[in-house]
């Protein structure tokens, strides 16, 4: 809260003395702060265009100058004289274009308890506040980009020193859904006006729709862990992961699934769900009539498929599970450094290793020793490439 209070001071610019706020927001035991505080979390309440718009910062002045900020050149005991406004411009993040807060619509009323003729400056050590209101005339995400100037005095002549801030974030736009998950998602929208329609699942994950005698997203692709469910438009369907209604054998995925039976609308009804946490891939059909036969065939597959056996060439470490592309191993006799050829590298290894009796790594002929019986046995095929 304390790091960004000089930026929460920019904003104030003259505004009439009418309908001043009244500075009594309760800081506790802090010596100086601001509220709404962004480094908690907290901004001006969002606002509907075209419509008037109140809110109120409260503010409580440091007492010394280094509480604002410790590196500068001041004794601990410098105190702080006031902080006044030197420029405030309002930023529309969407477009990076530049306003004054008149231009939006707005305008700072500010309440220093008559402590000084400036309106908007205010002394150290005390508690103040400023409303920001108007009727705001656009839409947007702004944020003020502010410059606040500090006094003090420094044997005995005042000195004032400038910041620029940008903590202080405000955004207009209209009532509408903020449910990224709705079908009605208004992305303009800054106050959830309670509208969103939710897909008929009410869930957060990934849709698969039945449509006459298909689903969509036919061969479907998902991260382990990952929620599917299905919504059934129109007709009597079902989904079936157990077995193959066409042949009447199990399907052998990696888990059983389904979904019971249910009659579609247009609006769409909620099958049910299926978390899929074991990887591989999942086929599954509606077995109502013939509804299989007429390619109402699906596939769900489940993580990253590849070679899992870390003895082949084309093993992928970053597998979630087998898909049977193995390379097959080929056991080369003698090629006992595993480079697929039988070389002078091999016969080093038999002579580094010789008169080996127990654990040997070199015992070409599997007699538990390596010995001049394993050296022949290796040059009788040296030079050959597996």
Request: negative net charge.
């Amino acid at each position: 809260m304390k790091n960004v209070l000089i930026g929460f001071l920019a904003i104030f610019v003259l505004g009439s003395a009418s309908g001043q706020c009244t500075a009594d927001f309760d800081f506790g035991s802090e010596t100086y702060g601001s509220s709404p505080d962004p480094s908690q979390g907290e901004q001006f309440e969002p606002g509907i265009t075209g419509e008037p718009y109140y809110d109120v910062l409260h503010l409580l002045i440091p007492t010394y100058v280094l509480e604002i900020d410790s590196t500068l050149p001041f004794s601990p005991t410098a105190l702080l004289d006031s902080i006044e406004l030197v420029n405030i411009v309002m930023v529309d993040l969407n477009t990076l274009t530049s306003y004054t807060l008149s231009e939006i619509g707005l305008e700072v009323v500010c309440n220093n308890n008559n402590d000084s003729s400036y309106p908007c400056s205010f002394h150290g050590g005390n508690q103040y506040c400023a409303s920001l209101e108007g009727t705001p005339t656009m839409s947007g995400n702004f944020r003020a980009d502010i410059t606040v100037k500090g006094w003090t005095l420094v044997f005995g002549f005042p000195f004032g020193q400038e910041q620029l801030f940008g903590s202080l974030f405000v955004n207009f736009g209209v009532e509408g859904c903020m449910d990224l998950n709705a079908t009605n998602y208004n992305p303009e929208a800054v106050i959830d006006d309670g509208s969103c329609i939710l897909n008929p699942c009410n869930l957060d994950g990934i849709e698969v729709a039945t449509i006459s005698y298909s689903y969509t997203a036919t061969d479907l692709s998902v991260d382990v862990g990952d929620l599917v469910y299905w919504v059934n438009y129109g007709g009597f369907h079902d989904v079936n992961g157990n077995v193959d209604s066409q042949t009447g054998l199990s399907f052998g995925n990696p888990e059983v699934f389904s979904l019971p039976a249910i009659s579609g609308s247009p609006s769409g009804v909620c099958m049910g769900s299926h978390t899929f946490t074991i990887p591989g891939v999942y086929t599954y059909d509606c077995s109502i009539g013939s509804h299989a036969a007429l390619g109402m065939v699906g596939t769900v597959t489940v993580g990253l498929g590849g070679c899992t056996d870390s003895e082949a060439s084309n093993y992928n470490a970053a597998a979630d599970y087998d898909d049977g592309s193995c390379n097959p191993i080929v056991d080369c006799f003698g090629d006992l450094n595993n480079d697929s050829s039988v070389t002078v590298a091999d016969l080093l290894l038999i002579l580094s290793e010789f008169g080996c009796t127990s654990g040997c790594t070199t015992d070409v002929n599997g007699d538990g020793l390596t010995t001049v019986s394993d050296l022949l046995e290796l040059l009788s095929v040296f030079g050959t490439a597996c």
